[in-house]
């Protein structure tokens, strides 16, 4: 991205008054990239060492031309809530959406499109919604079936009648391939635009491009320090979760084994490694299919056991968790490559999130759900020349609900009272801003459901982080009532709930009634 003159935070809310019909509109462009449960320890921006074996160029090009949210974090880290929230810049329990379950979010909300679109700009939205209400504010879509495809997805426009088409191709191209022609349609229309492309990748299960089926083979992942985390400090809830990459993955659906399909696992596995692989081609299932059987000769040869076992199974996701992203950065340097082509780049801000952390072997785990660290961050990269200094870092505490009034503010509309989350735009400057947020909420729903997390809340500040486990027991669970509190400079791999430790006495009781007070505040239940 080229860099124009540096224009400190300001409130852009008024950038745009006094514009005549006959000046034209400079009201700057907007393009959001967000992928589905891209973990910060897979960005290269972030730094962490899987991420220089499996590096993410395009994603750190935009990071060093802009600015990157060190402590950036969900309100609830699971995908349909997380998509509400950006949509209307609230809580889970204020938009309604605070499980997986379709039908349950509020319709009344505004989401921040349906601003934007009122404003003059032109918005359309590509790849995964995952949500049963239509999408409103939006010129165009063009969305996947409920999670979306890998290969040759299925997707639906205005114009198709609610029918499903199927696109030949790889879900992460397909997608960027669709706003591409969408910018081409409309970059002359003299309108500033609002663009989503929301990807489906590197979701689970990880299926990678037919080009980088065997990328990374020849590279060992480093382990987490708590891939074998016993959980001896923690409450039942870890005992209870579903979600360990040594008991709750399928050899096939998840390590595409497929000579051990019918191996004992979670009845839902089973299923999904049919319908996955029934959306390949024949061509392309036998690439998969040769690909396959050369990764996987030592391991049918051997069949390790113990903590070897529980090591090939975290390789094996970690590979094809990062090929995925291979091709989201691929797709991402094409988006970023054509608005510099097209004299675009120097008055678009490019934004790069995920809609939630995800755990890359951290206490055992894949997936998301949990307050813990790793599901509960996400990875926040912006970049807008003029109005962001190149390589900017930020340490204050952001949240998704600041996304939507962020993305108002930078196009000069006002966000609604209605919004939770606050402008990041006072960030932009140095990173910093003078009576920012101390805390973070955070409440997850889903439960009884898939992983079996159960309900929990908690609050985090820049040191600690308090969890109230909650709710009664389904199918067999007891009822839980527990709490846990780790010390996250003492403590960053969170493995010492020192909750019921005296000399924490004091931190507890402050954060108890700090999160007491922020329950009350917005009305938590
Ligand atoms: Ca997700």
């Not at 124009?4 to 006959?22: E, I, K, M």
């Not at 985390?229 to 998840?254: E, N, S, V, W």
């Not at 029934?278 to 040869?301: C, G, I, S, V």
Request: charged share 25%.
């Amino acid at each position: 991205m080229g860099i124009a003159p540096f224009v400190p935070g300001l409130c852009l809310a008024q950038a745009d008054s006094g514009r005549s019909a006959s000046e034209p509109d400079r009201r700057p462009n907007i393009v959001y990239i967000m992928t589905d449960d891209h973990a910060c320890q897979a960005v290269g921006a972030y730094g962490h060492p899987i991420a220089r074996l499996a590096p993410t160029p395009n994603i750190d090009r935009l990071a060093r031309a802009g600015i990157l949210f060190r402590e950036s974090f969900v309100e609830n880290s699971i995908s349909a809530p997380s998509r509400a929230t950006l949509l209307t810049g609230m809580y889970s329990h204020h938009h309604g959406q605070t499980t997986l379950q379709y039908g349950i979010m509020d319709t009344t909300c505004v989401h921040f499109p349906e601003l934007l679109q009122e404003a003059g700009y032109e918005t359309a939205l590509f790849g995964k919604w995952h949500l049963s209400i239509e999408p409103k504010g939006f010129d165009w879509y063009d969305i996947f079936y409920d999670q979306g495809e890998y290969y040759n997805p299925v997707m639906r426009t205005p114009e198709t009648d609610g029918a499903y088409l199927r696109q030949e191709g790889y879900a992460t191209q397909i997608v960027t391939d669709h706003a591409l022609a969408w910018l081409d349609a409309h970059r002359e229309d003299g309108r500033p635009f609002c663009l989503m492309i929301h990807h489906k990748a590197p979701h689970r299960n990880w299926m990678a491009e037919r080009r980088y089926l065997e990328l990374y083979e020849d590279v060992e992942f480093p382990e987490p320090p708590t891939l074998f985390d016993d959980y001896a400090t923690r409450g039942d809830q870890m005992r209870q979760q579903q979600l360990t990459i040594d008991k709750h993955m399928g050899y096939a659906f998840d390590f595409k084994v497929e000579e051990l399909k019918d191996e004992p696992t979670l009845p839902y596995i089973r299923a999904s490694w049919d319908l996955a692989m029934q959306t390949l081609t024949p061509e392309e299932r036998q690439a998969w299919d040769e690909a396959y059987a050369r990764m996987n000769r030592d391991f049918l040869a051997q069949r390790p056991e113990g903590r070897d076992l529980l090591r090939w199974k975290y390789q094996r996701f970690i590979h094809d968790y990062c090929r995925t992203i291979r091709s989201v950065d691929d797709q991402i340097g094409r988006v970023l490559d054509y608005l510099e082509a097209h004299g675009l780049a120097e008055n678009t801000i490019v934004v790069y999130a995920s809609d939630q952390g995800f755990f890359l072997g951290e206490h055992g785990l894949y997936d998301k759900r949990f307050m813990y660290e790793e599901a509960f961050r996400t990875p926040l990269i912006m970049a807008w020349p003029g109005h962001i200094r190149p390589g900017t870092e930020c340490r204050e505490l952001v949240q998704n609900i600041d996304w939507a009034p962020t993305l108002l503010d930078v196009a000069g509309v006002v966000p609604p009272a209605s919004m939770d989350g606050r402008s990041l735009v006072p960030l932009f400057g140095n990173g910093r801003a003078k009576g920012w947020r101390r805390a973070l909420y955070y409440q997850y729903y889903d439960y009884p459901a898939v992983g079996n997390v159960r309900l929990h809340y908690g609050i985090r500040t820049d040191r600690y982080k308090l969890i109230h486990w909650y709710g009664p027991g389904e199918a067999g669970d007891p009822d839980i009532d527990c709490w846990e509190l780790y010390d996250l400079k003492r403590d960053p791999h969170e493995v010492h709930n020192v909750c019921d430790d005296p000399h924490y006495r004091k931190v507890r009781a402050r954060l108890e009634a700090q999160l007491n007070r922020e329950r009350q505040r917005i009305g938590a239940e």
